[in-house]
């Protein structure tokens, strides 16, 4: 069982920055592909970024609408996924959640993830 746990949420000013953690229980928590979603009042949830660590390296996929704004990374020593997310408009407004996929690689699709924390708020003023 893994239990996420996202911090960071906060009230911004466009413009701004913040930056999103996740902690994670669990001692296979370096095998997992990690995920961030949110989800706008009155909208589905939607894929922002995902990580995986390979033998190879990292694995990482982003949502087009954050795709140079936003900066997803993982440190396993600390069990922790960050979101890095700068020059924020009013338009990521959202709750955003932190998944986990057991197996598989990083993945858009909300149905993929098997573990979701309570999500942290967002608010983005204009």
């Known amino acids: 069982q893994v239990q996420l746990v996202e911090s960071g949420g906060g009230l911004v000013q466009a413009g701004g920055s913040l930056r999103l953690s996740c902690a994670a229980s669990g001692r296979t928590f370096s095998r997992y592909a990690m995920g961030w979603f949110r989800q706008a009042p009155g909208k589905e949830r939607e894929f922002v970024a995902a990580i995986m660590w390979t033998w190879t390296g990292s694995s990482i996929v982003y949502a087009d609408s954050v795709k140079g704004r936003f900066t997803i990374s993982k440190d396993n020593a600390k069990n922790t996924v960050y979101l890095q997310m700068n020059s924020l408009n009013p338009g990521d407004t959202a709750v955003y959640y932190c998944?986990?996929?057991?197996?598989?690689?990083?993945?858009?699709?909300?149905?993929?993830?098997?573990?979701w924390g309570r999500g942290t708020q967002v608010t983005v003023s204009s």
């Open positions: 998944a986990a996929r057991r197996n598989g690689g990083p993945s858009l699709d909300v149905g993929e993830y098997d573990y």
